[in-house]
């Protein structure tokens, strides 16, 4: 009898349509686009990002009121896609590689079937930046890779993200449903009035820098102000891109470049910077000013106000810091030590900025609407920092040996202050659960993400932790730093049962490049091989390539390299011909493993030994005369 199995497939279901005049409607709701390009990569653990990190984050674009993500440049992760649909996010699901030629055509078509499920996926682009999106031979290709995504998925509008050519006579904003704009804010109006049917949306945007934490530039030292003051060459500030956009209704929203800051592309720096200054949040998922200015402009259903910079300047009494004050609110009150140091109605956009001369104290906000208090912030000046705090993201951990979460480093002063300015060595020890990545956001930093020590950078460090798979227990994490009194945190760790996981493919590897040697008089010693450099007397073949019939009889030698994966070299394996023409001997690494008496084509399997790096494989064959020889059938190595 037939085997019966069962696949679960979430569904959702939603309406999406782009005016050309008013935007996207979901459920025939309009609903502006307030989005962010990602990187799935984080401090400490590169791409390997675990799943409850990946709602983490996710958790952090929703506090300020993102609600759309672009994957930038290529399929994200399942398990990414599984959390928006949950959390309500919209997603544009970028293709990788702008070819419509079969092999990479077969890639796009992968990504609309394995994605097409999603609710959460509204636009399938095409491609980023393509130097051929405004020539005629760019237009085919992109309606040849559109009409591919329409065969498999109807349902969605098909865009593509262009910077520049949306004018040439030929360009693919003819071919896409939706017209992706890649910064160019000022050619929104003239476009939309060239093309009045035709939807558009900023695709990417922006493109500011900010260090975390940092209030002035210093070049020198590839340290930039968090202040929104400056952006790329073809960007804008946070204030000034999303201000462009949210003015246009035909324009369906924006998605700023980044969301996060990754790792890579240290622009406008170069090396030893290592890490983008694009980031709403640096790499751990600290805020920058960006978060509050991004709130203030995204957030509608609840109030909210925020301020830059922080409080805690020794040496600069009396005199002016810059403070940027933002909110959604309708009205602001700047006090400073309870004395009103300025007001004005809220700009929603571009926030409000003041001039304070700093005295120590309280620096504090006050939002109106309707003449009522509906939001505060501030900050108090902190004295030295004499203690370590760790702040975990929840209390309770699943032991089930999979569950993460990051744990938020500060140093405080006496009175219980975080302290904005501390840059202090931190040492970390565990029990009951491993540290996998270690952070701090500074794009400067060279200390190893791995292992038990990390520096706090302006105030602030990350440690990752994953609970071990054990019964009901705690989890104990301890940091410590010179002159601080150390901090302990105590996690509740409960019993629970991983969950039940595909079991890997044990999927053979194939060896397909082979050099065959000229057909020899005697048998030979399993050790001939070319002489480097040879590329001439011995032969290039594949595996399932009969040798040509000789009309004498003699040997032949095949050889081959190749490294097995790690579970191989550890415990050994199996090494199998599907067919071999001729009498055979298999030889590894010097060591005779398997012969086939019989001339008659046939299989060839023997136990393949551990063994680490780089194995080399010997068959050497006795054709027959008149008959063809050699490996005819596919070569293997499986666990």
């Not at 080399?616 to 005369?625: F, K």
Request: charged share 20%; aromatic share 8%.
């Amino acid at each position: 009898m037939a085997r019966r199995s069962t696949r679960r497939v979430p569904v959702g279901f939603r309406t999406i349509r782009f005016d050309p005049a008013q935007g996207l409607f979901v459920n025939d709701r309009p609903v502006k686009l307030k989005g962010v390009c990602l990187h799935l990569d984080h401090a400490g653990v590169g791409t390997a990002v675990p799943d409850a990190l990946l709602e983490w984050r996710l958790e952090r674009l929703k506090e300020l009121g993102c609600n759309a993500i672009r994957c930038s440049h290529n399929a994200p992760a399942t398990a990414f896609l599984d959390l928006c649909d949950r959390m309500g996010f919209l997603v544009m699901d970028e293709n990788r590689n702008f070819n419509p030629a079969p092999d990479y055509m077969a890639q796009l078509e992968w990504l609309v079937r394995r994605d097409r499920n999603h609710a959460s996926v509204i636009l399938w682009s095409v491609f980023n930046e393509e130097p051929m999106q405004g020539t005629a031979a760019g237009v085919q290709m992109v309606r040849r890779m559109a009409a591919a995504v329409k065969r498999l998925d109807d349902s969605r509008p098909v865009t593509a993200a262009m910077n520049g050519s949306f004018f040439n006579p030929a360009n693919v904003s003819s071919v896409v449903d939706v017209v992706g704009f890649n910064y160019y804010p000022g050619d929104y109006d003239k476009f939309h009035a060239l093309n009045p049917a035709k939807p558009i949306t900023s695709s990417e945007d922006t493109s500011a820098f900010m260090t975390r934490g940092a209030y002035a530039t210093d070049a020198a030292a590839h340290v930039i102000s968090s202040m929104d003051d400056e952006a790329a060459g073809w960007g804008e500030t946070h204030r000034n891109g999303w201000a462009k956009i949210a003015k246009r209704p035909f324009v369906a929203g924006g998605f700023v470049w980044t969301g996060f800051d990754y790792h890579g592309e240290p622009t406008p720096h170069a090396w030893p910077t290592i890490s983008s200054f694009f980031g709403i949040l640096d790499l751990c998922g600290f805020r920058k000013t960006a978060y509050d200015i991004h709130r203030a402009g995204w957030i509608d259903d609840a109030a909210v106000v925020g301020i830059a910079p922080h409080w805690t300047w020794p040496g600069r009494e009396g005199q002016p810091i810059p403070v940027l004050v933002t909110s959604n609110a309708e009205r602001i009150v700047l006090t400073l030590n309870g004395r009103i140091v300025g007001e004005a109605a809220v700009d929603r956009l571009m926030g409000n900025g003041f001039t304070v001369p700093y005295a120590p104290g309280t620096l504090e906000v006050i939002a109106y609407r309707g003449g009522r208090v509906v939001a505060r912030a501030g900050h108090e000046t902190a004295g030295p920092p004499v203690a370590l705090r760790l702040t975990p993201a929840r209390r309770v951990m699943a032991g089930d040996g999979e569950d993460v979460q990051p744990v938020t480093v500060d140093a405080i002063d006496a009175r219980g202050r975080h302290v904005p300015t501390a840059n202090l060595p931190v040492r970390f020890a565990i029990a009951g659960a491993t540290i996998i990545g270690l952070g701090n956001g500074d794009p400067n930093s060279h200390e190893p993400e791995k292992g038990n020590a990390r520096s706090l950078f302006n105030g602030l460090a990350q440690v990752i932790v994953q609970a071990d798979a054990a019964a009901r227990g705690t989890i104990m994490l301890r940091a410590s730093a010179p002159g601080l009194t150390a901090a302990t945190l105590r996690i509740d760790r409960i019993a629970r049962i991983a969950a039940p996981q595909i079991a890997p493919a044990n999927a053979p590897r194939t060896i397909d490049g082979w050099r065959r040697s000229p057909l020899l008089p005697a048998r030979p010693d399993p050790a001939l091989a070319p002489a480097d450099g040879d590329n001439n007397s011995w032969a290039f073949v594949r595996s399932g390539t009969p040798t040509p019939a000789e009309p004498a009889a003699g040997w032949q030698l095949y050889r081959a390299r190749v490294t097995p994966v790690r579970a191989m070299a550890a415990h050994g394996g199996r090494i199998a011909f599907a067919g071999i023409a001729g009498r055979a001997e298999l030889w590894v690494d010097g060591r005779r493993l398997a012969d086939k008496a019989a001339a008659t084509t046939g299989p060839l399997e023997a136990a393949l030994p551990p063994g680490a790096g780089e194995r080399t494989v010997v068959l050497i064959v006795r054709p027959e005369p008149g008959q063809p020889s050699g490996i005819v059938g596919p070569v293997t190595l499986s666990r």
